[in-house]
């Protein structure tokens, strides 16, 4: 079945960077993307970006564009999202959820990683 | 960038009623348009996608409809279970953006 199983919980100090693994499998990686979602507590989903295996692109939004990189190892099916410059206002759970490779219109998120938090505190 | 604005951000109802959300863009998103659905603490379960089709394994009281600007998630009738936060988002293009979510609450 398809899964994808995220890096566990993360304390950091402000400043500091945070990577977030998604390890995926029962699918062909290499035919998808990844988007990756924030949440911050008590709120709601916010759209981070996403990196297509397919080819390579990425799209960031502009809040995170200079402060997210988001890369993918194919030879272990695992997804990456580093967040730099964490402020105490990052402090949520980041998920992870399979993408389209190419154009956002093929789907939405079907499949979801059961989520990261990361808490930014000095 | 489009905008996504949900209708109500709250709204208490009881078993058995029927509720309609609704979601509204700042522009044109043809069918692209899926809702999800989040209890606390868990990951969001994606109900409906391409406005309309109903994901395997939800139940039939759960329908959208709408294209264009407007679109509406309705529960036919409401059960125990139904009661969390329900956000639309639009895959029509990049960035890719969520409503602000409709936290429906127990009367």
């Known amino acids: 079945q398809i899964q994808l199983v995220q890096s566990g919980a993360e304390v950091k100090k402000p400043g500091a960077s945070v990577k977030v693994s998604c390890r995926t499998s029962?699918?062909?990686?290499?035919?998808?993307?990844i988007s990756w979602v924030r949440q911050a507590p008590g709120q709601g989903l916010e759209w981070m970006g996403w990196?297509?295996?397919?080819?390579?692109?990425?799209k960031y939004t502009q809040e995170f564009e200079g402060r997210v990189t988001m890369t993918t190892d194919t030879s272990t099916s695992t997804a990456y999202m580093e967040l730099r410059s964490l402020r105490s206002d990052d402090t949520a759970v980041f998920f992870c959820?399979?993408?389209?490779?190419?154009?956002?219109?093929?789907?939405?998120?079907?499949?979801w990683g059961q989520g990261t938090l990361v808490t930014v505190s000095s | 960038d489009i905008q996504l604005t949900q209708s109500p951000s709250a709204m208490s109802a009881s078993v058995g009623d029927r509720v309609t959300i609704t979601c509204r863009a700042s522009?044109?998103?043809?069918?692209?348009l899926a809702w999800f659905q989040q209890k606390p603490g868990t990951v969001p379960k994606r109900l409906i996608s391409?406005?309309?089709s109903l994901e395997r394994g939800v139940p039939s009281r759960f329908s959208g409809s709408g294209s264009g600007t407007e679109f509406t998630l309705t529960i036919s009738s409401l059960q125990p279970e139904d009661f969390a936060t329900y956000y639309c988002?639009?895959?029509?293009?990049?960035?890719?953006?969520f409503g602000q979510g409709t936290k429906l609450e127990i009367k």
């Open positions: 522009q044109g998103i043809s069918k692209y």
């Open positions: 391409t406005a309309s």
């Open positions: 029962g699918f062909t990686f290499t035919s998808y993307g």
């Open positions: 959820a399979r993408a389209p490779p190419t154009v956002p219109t093929l789907f939405a998120f079907d499949h």
């Open positions: 990196i297509s295996v397919y080819n390579g692109d990425t």
């Open positions: 988002l639009q895959h029509n293009s990049f960035p890719l953006t």
